[in-house]
Each structure stands twice: as structure tokens, then as C-alpha cells.
């Protein structure tokens, strides 16, 4: 297993931004905060009830738990309508595929990461364990930095680039001033999303690299006992 730490160098960075991802996805209070943060009910004329409920619609849907996200809404005139266009569906069913992907990645690196440190610390191998959590924990915060920067310099390009490079059609160029699914989730939003994901992110990775280092400072670590004894003279 020497070749853990350059394991979990790589695993340990797509675990952490898997999982955060896949709870937002997950978080109603997430949606809902941005809807009320956003005045995304004055936006769009609907009533914060009918707000929440396209919320849970979306994570049903990203859940397979529904075959679609559309809903029939009422706007504040009494004009009743279903709230997305069909392109608007298409580009739906192309994020629920990444977001299947990402709960694929989170699900394999998270067996990958057990299995990898459990061998190691039966193998009596903790150093590395070690060695490997802290390299994978700083190489997360060195991924978040670079993206830091570049979300300070110019987040529309981010936005933009991510979209050209993970979708290839054009649904995803919505209307501000036609489409209900842009403007519930106005770019500042997805603003808010990245924050919070990369702070997250980076609390976990600080803090697994603290444990790590804790770790790997203890005596009984640095020096494990042998787990296979082997027979002297003196034992016989």
C-alpha cells in the first residue's frame, strides 16, 4: 500500500467537492434562502408556497424520484401557465446527468478512500495514511485557491467557460426576461453556491489536514506495533 498517499492525494479532493455539491443539491433551505435573498418572488409573480414547491420539485427530480420538474403555477395577475419551456426541460435533464455523475464520484471515492485506508492501517501503515490525507487536503485548499482567484478576477467567464465545456447545446443561454428557470436562480445565486461550496470544502480539507498532522505526531503512531511478531531465540 506505498502507494496510498498518492492515492488519497487524488481521491481525497473529488470526495470533499463531491459531497458539498451533493448537499446543496439536496438543501431545500439553500433554495429557499436564494428565492428570498433574490426577491424571487416579486421577480417571477409567484407566491413563496408555489417558490418552495418548484424547490422540492427540482430535488425530486434530481433524485429520479419524478420524471419531470414541470408544475403549473399561478402568477400574482391569476394567469396560470406550465413554468418552464421545453428547451428550458432539455437543460433540466442535462444537469440531473451531471449531478447523477457527481453522486457516482462521490460514491466511488468515498469506497476507494476506506478501502485504501483501512488496508494501510492494517498493513500497520498509519504514517502514510497520514501523509496522504494531508497531501489530499492540501491539494483540495490549492485548487480552492486557484479557483478563488479566479472567481475574483472574472466569475461570468467561470460561469460561461463551465457551461461551453459541460453542455453542448445552447439551452443553457436563457432569458432573464422570458425564462422562469434563470430567473429563479439569477447569477447571483450560483455566486452564493460557489462561496458557500468552497468554504465548506476548505473546512473540511483544514480540517482533515490538522487531524492528519495531529496524528501523525503521536508516539504510538510514529511507531506502530509490529502486527506480524517475529520468533527469536529468546522466545523459545
Known sequence: ????????????????????????????????????????????????????????????????????????????????????????????????ELFALNSTLQALSLLLLVVIVAASLFFGRRLEVYRGLRNGALATLALLAITAMAFVVDFDWMFVTFHLVAFDNPFWQLNPMTDYLIMLFPLGFWQDMS??????????????????????????????????????????
Open 195 to 236: 462561496i458557500l461550496a468552497a468554504a465548506a470544502t476548505g473546512l473540511m480539507a483544514a480540517s482533515i489536514y490538522a487531524l492528519a498532522t495531529l496524528r501523525s505526531r503521536n508516539p504510538r503512531d510514529q511507531h506502530p506495533a509490529n502486527p506480524y511478531p517475529t520468533t527469536t531465540d529468546c522466545d523459545v
Open 1 to 96: 500500500m506505498r502507494l496510498a498517499p498518492h492515492l488519497l492525494l487524488v481521491i481525497l479532493p473529488v470526495l470533499l467537492l463531491s459531497t458539498v455539491l451533493r448537499l446543496e443539491m439536496n438543501s431545500l433551505s439553500l433554495y429557499t434562502r436564494g428565492f428570498q435573498t433574490y426577491a424571487v418572488s416579486e421577480t417571477t409573480g409567484l407566491s413563496e408556497e408555489q417558490l418552495r414547491q418548484a424547490a422540492v420539485t427540482l430535488i425530486h427530480y434530481f433524485n429520479s424520484l419524478t420524471e419531470s420538474p414541470q408544475m403549473t403555477v399561478v402568477d400574482s395577475s391569476g394567469r396560470q401557465f406550465e413554468l418552464y419551456h421545453d428547451y428550458e426541460l432539455i437543460h433540466l435533464e442535462d444537469v440531473k
